[in-house]
């Protein structure tokens, strides 16, 4: 089993910044990559940025050239570095591990509200 819990996120003005963390705990060596996913209200659960255990990182083009996703893999923790916030970046963050021939493992999400 693998756990993740994740922290940040809250109510910022539109171009501010806010970061995330997520912190994985168990079977860590089953993780192959781990992600952030977000979901607004109305709205399906789409991708937000992602980074495998040799360091690729892959990004929605809504959020190309303002988030910045990273990997601490000595602390199992990702992070999600979000700038120049805007009002449709509001939802559900959700923190993601991919698993070798496992089910992922899902946060229980974190609230990022901005406002205009």
């Known amino acids: 089993q693998v756990q993740v819990v994740e922290s940040g996120g809250g109510l910022v003005q539109s171009g501010g910044s806010l970061s995330l963390s997520c912190a994985a705990s168990g079977n860590t060596l089953t993780i192959t990559a781990m992600g952030w996913y977000r979901q607004a209200p109305g709205k399906e659960r789409e991708l937000v940025a992602s980074?495998?255990?040799?360091?690729?990182?892959n990004y929605a083009d809504s959020v190309k050239g303002r988030f910045t996703i990273s990997r601490d893999n000595g602390k199992n923790t990702v992070y999600l570095q979000m700038n120049n916030l805007k009002p449709e970046d509001t939802a559900v963050y959700y923190c993601?591990?991919?698993?070798?021939?496992?089910?992922?493992?899902w946060g229980q999400g974190t609230q990022v509200t901005v406002s205009s």
């Open positions: 980074i495998s255990n040799d360091g690729s990182t």
């Open positions: 993601n591990a991919r698993r070798f021939m496992r089910s992922d493992s």
